[in-house]
């Protein structure tokens, strides 16, 4: 009997995995691959059925002798084991991130006479409506509270880029890189205070009312499926967050981060340069509870953010708030610095994680922004934010282009540095029915 390879990474099956499976079994005896949750996150979608459990469904499809785990969307580590006579696949990868899997796979085969058999990709006329109800599903709210936590719970560094409007969030959803290894995409949206109240034109003082705030989450939440963390700057008095954190998960928020500061707000990264007050431990741990207490799903987080190290309060103030808002119920940490350095966080993660492993903990390295995201999470930092620089690099783009039209007294210099009509008509297409 001949032995079949192919890798599955889906936990849904389509007419079109049942069609492979048989063409597979149709050469000889099957060996199908499952490709582990961190693979499938990275390349597709956050699994919706964990390992386990897609092992056992393909397991039970007749056709299929064995399953094994693909720890990599390598196949090296498998068919080397395996050396099969044939891999399956769709004819589907010859572009994009696959083409580099695909010919390590016909170079590998090589090596003991092995064949890889394509065969054309097989579209039922339901493809096309089951991928745009899958898609449509990962954007609702509750969906992407659960792929959030999922994300923090598989111990992967968690990377948040800020959005403040629709385009901004489309570029985040949408933004890829590759390199023959991976493929990186960011997992969330940040609603930054700061950038939301900027791009409006007014100061981050929480002077942006919840109603015009919520406008943005929902031009966002329009365009996007992936996780949205918002910035609720202080939460306002505990009578009135209470209100406001229902409205923020009724309307499709994943997690809430308010910070513990009371009076006018100012940013952090003023410091002390301005006057402005954290809140006392009693206090803040009160609007954590009545906050958790106001909300109903449990996949929905409440992030509480300790603003010690900005003030100059100290490590221990900082550590010794950070127990006392987990104990009232703080679903994660963000820990916020101003230093040029990540010292003073790594400090805090690590003398944080010597009692609590679990609560997930975040931060935002605008001002030590060398650190590198493996760092952070070698200290056990779950989630980094990139708070600003999706508005900080398209302002000074639009005053080089207000100032060369006025220099110039025409738009032909300026020109020169805008994306094509043709470019930006084709950004955003007519969706086909
Ligand atoms: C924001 O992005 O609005 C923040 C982070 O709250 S910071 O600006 O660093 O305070
Ligand atoms: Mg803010």
């Not at 199908?32 to 390349?43: F, H, Q, S, T």
């Not at 493996?374 to 980094?384: F, M, R, S, Y």
């Amino acid at each position: 009997m001949k032995k079949v390879y192919l890798c599955m990474s889906t936990d849904i099956i389509q007419p079109g995995h049942i069609h492979i499976i048989e063409k597979a079994a149709e050469l000889g005896e099957v060996t199908v691959g499952v490709l582990c949750d961190r693979c499938v996150a990275m390349y597709e979608r956050y699994p919706m059925f964990p390992l386990e459990e897609r092992m056992k469904i393909i397991q039970n499809i007749r056709g299929v002798s064995r399953v094994v785990v693909q720890e990599d969307i390598y196949y090296d580590a498998n068919i080397r084991a395996l050396k099969p006579d044939y891999v399956i696949h769709g004819d589907n990868w010859k572009t994009g991130y696959q083409k580099k899997v695909r010919e390590r796979v016909i170079e590998l085969l090589a090596e003991w006479g092995g064949e890889l058999v394509e065969i054309p990709y097989y579209k039922s006329a339901g493809t096309h409506l089951f991928e745009n109800s899958m898609s449509e599903r990962r954007g609702l709210p509750e969906a992407r509270r659960q792929i959030l936590r999922q994300k923090i719970c598989s111990g992967d560094i968690v990377k948040v880029m800020v959005a403040y409007d629709g385009l901004s969030a489309l570029l985040v959803e949408k933004t890829a890189v590759e390199n023959e290894k991976e493929r990186r995409q960011f997992d969330g949206i940040w609603l930054s205070s700061l950038c939301d109240s900027t791009a409006k034109g007014k100061p981050d003082i929480e002077l942006v009312d919840l109603t015009s705030r919520m406008n943005s989450v929902n031009d966002i939440m329009e365009v996007t499926t992936k996780p949205i963390i918002f910035d609720a700057d202080t939460g306002g008095l505990i009578e009135h967050f209470v209100y406001n954190i229902q409205t923020l998960e009724r309307i499709g928020v994943s997690a809430v981060i308010i910070e513990d500061k009371v009076g006018l707000k100012r940013n952090s990264l003023l410091g002390n340069e301005v006057e402005q007050h954290q809140d006392s431990v009693e206090h803040f741990c009160e609007k954590i509870r009545e906050g958790k207490r106001a909300v109903r799903s449990s996949a929905f987080m409440l992030i509480a953010r300790i603003e010690s190290l900005i003030l100059d309060q100290g490590m221990e103030d900082a550590l010794a708030r950070a127990h006392a808002y987990v104990e009232a119920g703080a679903d994660g940490i963000m820990i916020h610095s101003r230093a040029a350095e990540p010292d003073e966080i790594f400090d805090f993660a690590d003398r944080f994680r010597k009692t609590d492993r679990d609560t997930a903990l975040v931060v935002v390295p605008t001002t030590y922004n060398k650190v590198r995201e493996e760092e952070l999470e070698a200290h056990g930092i779950n989630v980094v934010i990139y708070a600003n620089h999706m508005l900080r690099a398209a302002f000074p783009a639009m005053q080089r282009v207000a100032r060369s039209v006025l220099e110039n007294e025409r738009c032909y210099e300026a020109s020169q540095d805008c994306m094509s009509i043709k470019e930006i008509l084709s950004l955003v297409p007519v969706e086909e029915g």
